[in-house]
């Protein structure tokens, strides 16, 4: 059967589902995408999207409609003893491209139009998936108020939580007390210039930092859970971290009483299968660590393009998906050992003091840093340009 016969259907309405749905339905005859939201809304998140992951939507030609969305050209790195390092992304002679403050909810708004502008593709929200079906030559999937949809093949981009993972035994226990608390602030100072910060505090929590716009900041933390239990409510410890920094007290404005403070859990989740037996994981649901740099967009936008690529080489759907698997792995391999030594780094403030410094030093340091998080330069050729930078 030719992919042209094959139907699809796909779980979750996130970066990761609304791509794959609009880049496959040029090769599939119908695919249906379906998610639990009523509607599309702005999820907690950091919102900020690196590099390499604003080249990917410009090459796929979405970025040049989504002018709405303010830059970052560097990321200020604040240390436990607040030791600061501002670093710049770097730019190459054939990479010129920033990081960008990216509205969730406008972001995925746009995606949806694009997937909406598809003559073959069904979209169904207020779709809870609670039941995931293998049948003799298909997959079936049921919503809790017993709907259902069946197709050849199963995308699932349902996050670091997916039903799909869960119910099938693919997602593997990962020992993570960390959860993160997130919510928007206001800027105390008129000053508005465009670097994303990550304040690294003496508790073993980090804060994300992203100025959206002139009026708003998106503020996440991440902590040990047991930290949550210690307050009345989760307001009141985003104010304890914002004043248990001189700098962010000098910054910040504390969340107003009303302000919502979203908790968010697990940050870890391990997927064992990814690809096989026409079902495929892209996004989250593939597997994700700890937000701390900010890659998880680009990861999940990353994930549908290689999967588009793979079913494109390959005209067998067996093939297809063993190739997207290899080529994940590959893509993925050297920033999971990364990620791995950022988690151990920052629960070791003398570490993170250390590194603070040695970034600090030269300019060139701290640009070829974030070059590596920004996924500018991979973790190797980033370490070799720490090594040799020349500029004070
Ligand atoms: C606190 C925090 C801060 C972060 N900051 C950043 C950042 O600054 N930059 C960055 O790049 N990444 C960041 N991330 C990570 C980023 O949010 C994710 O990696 C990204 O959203 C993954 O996209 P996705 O499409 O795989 O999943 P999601 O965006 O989670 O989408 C999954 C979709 O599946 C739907 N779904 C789930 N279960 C079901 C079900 N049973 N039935 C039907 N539908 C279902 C959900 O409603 C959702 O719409 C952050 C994460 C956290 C927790």
Redesign the pocket.
């Known amino acids: 059967m030719s992919y042209k016969n094959k139907e699809i259907i796909i779980?979750?309405?996130?970066?990761?589902?609304l791509l794959s749905a609009y880049l496959l339905s040029d090769i599939f005859k119908k695919i249906t995408l379906?998610?639990?939201?009523k509607y599309i809304k702005r999820?907690?998140?950091?919102?900020?999207?690196c590099p390499r992951g604003v080249e990917l939507l410009i090459q796929l030609q979405i970025l040049d409609k989504f002018e709405e969305f303010n830059d970052l050209i560097g990321m200020r790195i604040i240390s436990p003893q607040e030791t600061e390092v501002e670093t710049h992304f770097p730019e190459l002679s054939n990479f010129k491209f920033k990081g960008l403050s990216l509205n969730r909810e406008v972001f995925e708004k746009k995606l949806l139009q694009l997937v909406r502008g598809k003559s073959n593709i069904d979209i169904e929200f207020n779709?809870?998936?609670n039941e995931v079906l293998r049948k003799k030559d298909f997959w079936s999937i049921n919503s809790l108020d017993n709907k259902t949809v069946s197709g050849d093949i199963l995308i699932a981009?349902?996050?670091?939580s997916s039903?799909v993972a869960k119910k099938l035994g693919h997602l593997k226990a990962v020992k993570n007390k960390r959860v993160?608390l997130?919510c928007y602030l206001t800027k105390k100072r008129d000053s508005y210039d465009r670097f994303g910060e990550m304040h690294i505090l003496k508790n073993n929590s980090y804060c994300?930092i992203?100025p959206i716009d002139e009026n708003e900041v998106n503020f996440?933390i991440v902590c040990d859970n047991t930290k949550v239990q210690k307050f009345k409510n989760k307001r009141e410890l985003i104010i304890e971290s914002i004043n248990s920094s001189n700098l962010l007290k000098s910054k910040f404005n504390i969340p107003p009483e009303n302000e919502k403070v979203n908790l968010?859990f697990p940050?870890n989740a391990k997927n064992s299968f990814v690809a096989g037996d026409n079902l495929v994981y892209v996004?989250?649901?593939a597997g994700?660590i700890d937000?701390l740099t900010?890659?998880?967009?680009?990861?999940?936008l990353k994930s549908s393009v290689l999967l588009y690529e793979s079913i494109q080489d390959k005209k067998d759907i067996t093939k297809a998906l063993m190739h997207y698997k290899r080529k994940k792995n590959i893509f993925f391999f050297q920033k999971t050992i990364l990620n791995n030594f950022f988690q151990f780094v920052i629960k070791k403030p003398w570490l993170c003091e250390l590194i603070a410094n040695f970034l600090a030093r030269k300019r060139d340091r701290g640009d070829a840093f974030v070059g590596i998080v920004g996924n500018i330069y991979s973790p190797l050729q980033g370490a070799m340009r720490l090594l040799v930078s020349r500029r004070g």
């Open positions: 779980i979750g309405a996130g970066p990761a589902g379906v998610d639990r939201l999820k907690a998140c950091g919102e900020y999207l779709f809870t998936v981009a349902d996050g670091r039903i993160a997130h994300g992203n996440s968010v940050l996004g989250d649901s994700f937000p900010g890659e998880g967009i680009y990861n999940a």
